[in-house]
């Protein structure tokens, strides 16, 4: 089955610039999508098809996808970032998740 | 604006059957080009794609649950239900539903751009 792989936890001072791995078999020939959770709420869309952002989305939240690995970017993070990040895409009509990755912002 | 509502137990018993309904409010289950998903999420774990429909009753399911999940539709009730057999400990999560959309009809582009407060399935005798 297919596998999507993050790294577990991320830190980043505030106002810097956050970067946070997916890879896989392939990855930059599928779309990838991000979701953003919080504790104890859903997961939220925060880009989608790669590199798009749906709106209310703030513009420092940006991604890329090439190769095996999509990156998620997040310029200038602020503290209201710190939360789970999950990369997800589709292998033969099944979704597929990344493990998450923990984002620490201190 | 769309929204989506889990419903169902909150405890179901080991060996026995999981029922789940969404309903969709703000808009109909019947038109648009979208499918309509469930994913779960174990305790402290990432979210499991579980599967999807979409209106005309095709399904699709995750290879891994295939034989113990059944989605289905009810265009009139604007609603579409999960059911999950054969209950173990290792099935006890938040299960979600979600709208997925998509790029026009390509395939592998849809992406979760609603979700609903999930339900937080125990199992437990």
């Known amino acids: 089955s297919y596998e999507l792989t993050q790294p577990p936890s991320v830190s980043v001072s505030p106002g810097q610039t956050a970067s946070v791995s997916c890879s896989g078999d392939?990855?930059?020939?599928?779309?990838v999508s991000w979701y953003q959770q919080k504790p104890g709420q859903s997961p939220l869309l925060v880009i989608y098809?790669?590199?798009r952002r749906p709106p209310g989305i703030p513009e420092r939240f940006t991604a890329s996808n090439s190769g095996n690995t999509a990156t998620l970017t997040i310029f200038g993070t602020q503290a209201m970032d710190e939360a789970a990040y999950y990369c997800?895409?589709?292998?033969?009509?099944?979704?597929?998740f990344g493990g998450g990755t923990q984002l620490t912002v201190l | 604006q769309v929204q989506l509502q889990e419903s169902g137990p909150g405890l179901v018993k080991p060996s026995q059957t999981l029922s789940l309904t969404c309903t969709v409010s703000?808009?109909?289950?019947?038109?648009?080009?979208?499918?309509w998903n469930w994913i779960r999420q174990p305790a402290g774990k990432g979210p499991e794609w579980i599967g999807r429909?979409?209106?005309?009753?095709?399904?699709n399911y995750n290879p891994s649950l295939k034989s113990s999940v059944t989605i289905s539709v009810d265009t009139s009730k604007n609603q579409f239900s999960l059911m999950l057999t054969s209950m173990t400990a290792a099935d006890a999560a938040v299960y979600y539903c979600?709208?997925?959309?998509?790029?026009?009809?390509?395939?592998?582009?849809?992406?979760?751009?609603?979700w609903g407060q999930g339900t937080l399935v125990t199992v437990s005798s």
């Open positions: 979600a709208r997925e959309s998509t790029y026009g009809y390509q395939s592998g582009s849809g992406y979760f751009d609603c």
């Open positions: 703000g808009g109909s289950i019947r038109y648009g080009t979208y499918y």
């Open positions: 429909i979409y209106t005309n009753g095709s399904a």
């Open positions: 392939k990855l930059g020939d599928k779309f």
């Open positions: 098809l790669d590199n």
């Open positions: 997800q895409a589709w292998d033969s009509s099944t979704g597929v």
